[in-house]
């Protein structure tokens, strides 16, 4: 079966519609292991992608003022049950710009694969960019996902991500993103992740609040159960007059999981705030028997509360 | 047959006893009220009634339609119809209040039971039921919820407190409309004026019943102090609840 067709199915299976792919007003690059499939540029989306001898390496440019209705879809992963991906991603969204890049990152049948993100994205000057990340693993957990973003959103910018990865085993996860706000610019970095079995994950996420005014929020809510394990490091430094910044984990422990959450604030000008809130344990007894008294089982209601906090 | 019959029960939680021999009942499509002071065990009654972890009964009966719950399950005395309006109901994250009004009925109209509560449909069902909401707001979703399971026997835990802004009018239009769910009510309270809004009413302290009668009876021999273990001010028999 060819490529395409392959990635199509494993987007139904996404809940994706495929027709994404085919959609010629619909930006898209599809990337198996180290094989580039298929790319698509709009007008308003210029995409370059080439094969290097460590992976692959890709750049989305959104041009000035370009509005971008659909959303670009980037489809990346690897089919087989080993392999290797490394991409190096460079998006920028110039001056005054608006995209939404969807990226469905898929690993159905992993035992021992790894994926490697390097990712370099420009904000600039009024531009908005929504960044949204779902992963669709298999059952065996046997996959390393590396990602790795630096941000820079200039003034009057507004970044929005958000990471889920929720069904299937997560494997290893390792999320290193960093995140520059200038003035009057906005970042939002949201994460929902589910981790069984001996799953391992770290998250670290840090936001740099440089120009006045600027904003942001670091929202991660994670679910554990079996022996997983997962590390969550929320930091966020206001630099400027007027910044605001807020970092906020809930983390839910079932089993044998082990949770940690840190979150770092720190403020070097007397005019900027950052807070902080994190929520680590069992779930709460009175949330279970009120949705109990509606007539749930204790089973149901676990899963109620769970697929909420993961929504 | 009573819908809720309560039989010389007895309740120790902490090395300390909350009901020494309570007895009560209450009838189908009955209103009663409960009233006691802070510390006497109303609430610790609800949850013995509803099954909450921790509240097992030490000796005596809860019988249910004739039939003793005492060993079921929460979610099971919550599927013949039992449950209970919380007095601080829990925060949801990631549950719309579409979604929690239909857990347990999912063909409720979730939009008419907001109504009866006092809350636009178009401003509230696509919120979620989480610290986004202030207290008055979650404790009327909560009687929502709870009038959309059309329950037999709804235990009310205070269900005026938090809720700003509503006349004892209000409230009483919102309890009678349960009983046009063919609902009964145990209506936990200290306040006098909402027992006048049951058929009946009841005095606990001292973990017992120590009177049932008019709702007019017992609010004045609540408001009098006239109850034959305490002052009433403060219970001194009880803590919990």
Redesign the interface.
Known sequence: MPLLDEVSQVLQRMGTDSAVLTDRRVAHVVATGLDLVSQREIPGVAIRSERKADGLAAQITVTRDARIENPIHLCMGVLHDTGRQSIQLQVRLEQDSKAKIVAHCFFPRAQNVEHIMDAAIEIESGAELGYAEGHYHGPFGGVSVLPTARVRVHPHGRYVSDFSLTSGRVGKLQIDYAVEVNADAIAELNAKIFGRGDDDIRIREEVVLSGAKARSLIRTRVALEGRARAEVTGITEGNAEGARGHVDCMEIVRDHAFAQAIPIVRVTHPLAKVTHEAAIGSIDQKQLETLMAHGLTPEQAVETVVAGLLR | MHLLEIKNLSFQIGGKTIFDGLNLALEPREIHALIGTNGSGKSSLAYLI?G??EYAPTSGEILFEGNSISAL???ER??LGI??S?QE???????SVMDYLR??NRYADSAAFLCKVGLAPERYLQR?IDKTLSGGQRKRIELA?VLA?RPKLALLDEPDSGIDLLSIGEIAEVIHSFKDVGASLLLITHREEMVRIADRASQLCGGKIVLTATPAEVAEHYKSRRCTVCDGKECHHASPG
């Open positions: 509803l909450c972890e399950k929460l979610h919550a599927r449950t209970l919380w109901p829990a925060r949801l994250e990631g549950l857990l347990g979620n919820s399971l």
